[in-house]
């Protein structure tokens, strides 16, 4: 089975949390604060691995995540750091963000991409002991990974492209051309997913060529396979258009020609733009007195493209199609990169305005990104604890801003399910 766009969840581990220890030792007086930080969580980092060629691993298994950090311990010993999620994808694969469709990553090059980083881990008590709060009773809490819905979009590395309608020679045109074994047999669609070979022209020349199922009309559309394998062209410095000059299918050339040009400017107009090759195929059952092969010539240089002559079947004309081919990669620019456009907002800290005030009734609720992180710090245990989130909600304006927007005493204000009495 062929898979090519898969839709997932990554997250990073969590942050261990800080400890809350004191040193307790015979003959050691006043020991100290000595709790241990904890491990930062582990990142969920995508890896390329050139001996996958599909993403089907992704089918089964939608979710992903990586080892949270050990907590701190005392004797100021730091949580161990959570292991890393490697995930092995093909190399194309093109890394969208699920919401907004920007690109994140492009995994064409090689070098590993961390898709959701791991949190921090929290600090324990013995980073706050000071002079005048020499038994600090609180740590911090380890943070959250980041979680994030992502888009595998496969699309391949190749520099050639072979298009074109269904059972007009594509497949046999690889097989005899490169190493590749596709299914070829004599009825449409034989071809289910794209299938790559490797063309060795001379010693030191070589391409990789992919041979795309069959388009139809309406294919930009959705119809027929090739909506699902189109982006697979993408990427493509040349395009090989393989036409039946024949006829054997009972269709014209010259209207095979110009619906595969169309359906392609349909899709993108960057790809038919892209350089053409056409290829007349099945020239060895083309009927003598058949004015096809010139017809097509005609339109073919009318639209400003190359035409060969070749005969899949019998390799006549293929050898030197695919000099033709070498020589003329040699001209084009290398395979399309795709730059990142996916941009991470991070809110300011201590901007108050990052802050959202819900009035429902009596009950103020308040959430922002800023806010839950700070909650997740806190441990309303200890009475240190409680004044230091007391002092950052005075310090980013939020008492300020109730009070603007007509809090009374007594209302309740909840913040991520952790409610308290207003006061003045």
């Not at 890393?84 to 907004?100: Q, S």
């Not at 949190?119 to 013995?126: I, K």
């Not at 990427?235 to 050339?253: I, T």
Request: with cysteine; aromatic share 8%; net charge negative.
């Amino acid at each position: 089975m062929f898979v090519d766009k898969v839709r997932i969840t990554v997250c990073g581990g969590r942050g261990g949390d800080g400890a809350v220890a004191f040193h307790r030792e015979k003959y050691v007086a006043s020991g100290g604060p000595d709790g241990g930080d904890g491990g930062h969580g582990g990142s969920v980092v995508l890896h390329v691995n050139d001996n996958l060629t599909t993403l089907l691993d992704f089918r089964y298994k939608r979710k992903y995540a990586a080892q949270a950090g050990v907590n701190g311990m005392g004797r100021k010993m730091a949580g161990k750091r959570g292991e890393n999620l490697i995930i092995d994808v093909p190399r194309g694969t093109v890394v969208r963000d699920a919401e907004t469709g920007a690109i994140i990553v492009d995994m064409s090059t090689g070098e590993d991409f961390i898709l959701a980083k791991g949190g921090r881990g929290g600090w324990g008590n013995a980073h706050y002991a000071t002079a005048t709060r020499q038994v600090p009773r609180f740590a911090k809490a380890g943070l959250k990974g980041q979680e994030r819905d992502v888009i595998l979009e496969l699309k391949l590395l190749a520099d050639v492209g072979l298009v074109g309608f269904p059972n007009v020679g594509k497949s046999t045109l690889l097989s005899v051309t490169s190493n590749a074994r596709p299914k070829i047999a004599n009825y449409h669609f034989t071809t289910l997913f794209p299938n790559l070979g490797v063309i060795y022209v001379d010693e030191g020349v070589s391409f990789v060529m992919a041979d795309i199922p069959g388009i139809i009309e309406g294919a930009a559309e959705g119809a027929g396979l090739g909506h699902d394998f189109l982006r697979h062209i993408d990427r493509c410095r040349l395009l090989v258009h393989v036409v039946d000059v024949s006829g054997s299918e009972g269709r014209d050339p010259v209207e095979d020609f110009d619906a595969i040009c169309a359906e392609l400017e349909n899709y993108s107009i960057d790809l038919s733009n892209r350089p053409m090759i056409v290829a007349a195929n099945k020239t060895d059952i083309m009927d003598p007195d058949s004015d096809n092969l010139e017809r097509l010539r005609a339109r073919v240089e009318e639209a400003g493209c190359e035409l060969y002559e070749i005969s899949a079947g019998t390799t006549v004309g293929t050898r030197n199609l695919m000099r033709v081919v070498a020589e003329k990669l040699k001209t084009l620019p290398p395979v399309t990169i795709y730059e990142p456009e996916y941009v991470e907002v991070i809110e300011a800290p201590s901007d108050p305005d990052a802050l959202e005030i819900e009035h429902l009734g009596s009950t103020w609720v308040i959430t922002g990104t800023w806010l839950e992180r700070l909650v997740m710090n806190i441990n309303f245990d200890d009475y240190e604890s409680r004044n230091y989130f007391d002092l950052q909600l005075r310090k980013c304006g939020l008492f300020a801003r109730l009070e603007e927007m007509g809090i009374q005493d007594g209302d309740t204000v909840d913040i991520y399910d952790i409610e308290f009495e207003y006061q003045r």
